[in-house]
């Protein structure tokens, strides 16, 4: 194994080093992560390169480094781009068949940011259909596997950007998350996963699913990591009309090891034994107890209506994607019906043929809600119960700085196991979606294994601190190694 593909599973740091030391060139590492996709091409992870297109970004990246120009922390950086962000050139599929020809005339505005940082762009990952799942088992590509355990899922529904850091393919992958999908698979991968509050990142050039909660965010081995992508990417958009208008926060500078004096609450809620894995439990408490060592402060708090959240998610979400999914025609873009009867017979053999069974599903549950006759019974009741959650985080944040949960309620479980069951596939996000329900920065993190098996710890924020959720997740990363822990195969 090369010096480059060694150093791909440590930190975006331990990168910089290597460069600016001139122990690699940019382009040395970039062939070290297209080499580690070769090996690694089993797991599903990344499924679609442009390997000509990288290896020349990597050597302007080389060049610019050698001339010793000024840059940024992803200068000749691989990054790998979830299936749902759209860069020009290139297949943006959603991992569905209705685009599975479909080429981005344009870049995404986070495409364009890390671009300009210098990123390298080296493949685009795996994930559930049109971002709708836990596992990664509903694409077009086939399933994603875990790097911990190949016959687990990696999670959903960013699961392949996830896997694709855990196995080495690079420091650095892009995700997006509307219930939990960049946090869940951080949890089964056993990597650091970080979506910002809503209208921090662009979501130009994301693919909607449900445009109220969707959000861009970083995975990486390090909680310094993804905060330093998220400062290149975050800032105002004019082609977002839901992006901040104020710049980026400056988060990197906020994390110095210290939690002493910051009050982290639990909430009773998330602390039941039924229902949850109790060796989640056994890692989630002994992250608590190093916290306390640390100086933090820890009380009780609550969120009553935290029972009402997967059933007030799956209305919102399917509602919204009921709407967005209906650009899907058959007539501007995407799959298009051979020799169509009519108009209707178009839209109907287009969809049917180009969506899968769990986006259907949604699409039929959204269009229902919306529906006359059942819309204030269902949706309108539902946006209610979202302001009753919003205002239970705010009283819960009254007393606290950092509200500090389990992701999710298991480690990894099999591909295949929750398949047929959508109901059990869909509590796999009960600890997530209230996040996005409320708008909230959340952040999940390795806490240690259970039966060999990653657990991650959600930390929780106020509406736009991004930097205390990263400066508690710093503090406790310096405090424990388990962000050290690799899968066997990514080490060799």
């Known amino acids: 194994m090369s010096q480059a593909e060694k150093v791909l599973s440590g930190s975006l740091r331990t990168l910089r080093e290597a460069l600016d030391r001139k122990e690699l060139t940019a382009s040395e590492l970039v062939e070290a992560s297209l080499a580690r996709m070769d090996r690694g091409k089993d797991l599903a992870a990344v499924v679609t390169r442009n390997d000509e297109k990288a290896l020349r970004a990597a050597e302007e990246a080389s060049r610019r480094i050698a001339a010793g120009k000024p840059r940024s922390v992803l200068d000749g950086i691989p990054v790998v781009l979830k299936h749902n962000i759209v860069e020009q050139g290139e297949l943006a599929t959603c991992s569905s068949r209705i685009l599975e020809n479909f080429v981005s005339p344009y870049d995404a505005t ?37 790097p911990w355990d190949p016959t687990r899922s990696c999670g959903g529904s960013s699961g392949g950007s996830a896997a694709a850091v855990a196995a080495g393919f690079a420091p650095i992958a892009l995700g997006s998350d509307t219930g939990g999908s960049i946090r869940q698979p951080a949890s089964f991968c056993g990597v650091v996963g970080f979506k910002p509050s809503y209208g921090r990142i662009s979501r130009w050039g994301l693919i909607a699913f449900a445009s109220s909660l969707d959000q861009i965010g970083p995975f990486a081995r390090t909680v310094s990591d993804c905060a330093a992508a998220f400062e290149l990417m975050a800032g105002h958009d004019a082609r977002d009309s839901t992006s901040l208008p104020e710049p980026a926060p400056k988060v990197c500078e906020r994390l110095d090891g210290e939690v002493a004096g910051m009050t982290i609450g639990l909430p009773k809620e998330y602390f039941v034994e039924q229902g949850v894995s109790p060796g989640v439990l056994a890692r989630v408490r002994e992250a608590i107890a190093v916290l306390d060592k640390a100086g933090a402060k820890i009380v009780p708090v609550s969120l009553p209506h935290t029972t009402h959240t997967i059933a007030t998610y799956y209305l919102v979400a399917t509602a919204e994607a009921s709407s967005n999914l209906a650009r899907y025609d058959g007539v501007r873009y995407g799959r298009r019906a051979k020799d169509p009867v009519d108009l209707e017979d178009l839209y109907r053999r287009s969809r049917s043929e180009g969506f899968g069974a769990e986006v259907k599903r949604r699409i039929l549950l959204g269009t ?90 959600q930390l929780l924020g106020k509406p736009f601190d991004e930097a205390s959720i990263l400066r508690v997740g710093d503090a406790f990363e310096r405090a424990t190694p388990h962000h050290r822990l690799v899968p066997p195969g990514a080490a060799s």
């Open 368 to 457: 229902y809600v919306l529906s006359a006759g059942y819309y204030d019974a269902y949706y309108g009741k539902a946006q209610r119960v979202r302001t009753l959650i919003r205002r239970d985080f705010e009283l819960a944040f009254a007393q606290c700085d950092v509200i500090l949960t389990p992701t999710a309620p298991e480690t990894a479980f099999r591909l295949g196991e929750k398949s047929g069951d959508p109901l059990a596939m869909y509590l796999s996000d009960v600890y997530t979606v209230s996040a996005n329900l409320a708008g909230l920065p959340a952040l999940s993190l390795p806490c240690g294994l259970s039966d060999g098996l990653p657990v991650g710890l």
């Open 110 to 146: 986070v495409v364009e940011r890390l671009r300009a940082a210098g990123a390298v762009f080296v493949g685009r990952a795996n994930m559930d259909e049109f971002a709708m799942g836990s596992s990664t088992e509903s694409s077009i590509y086939g399933p994603a596997h875990n």
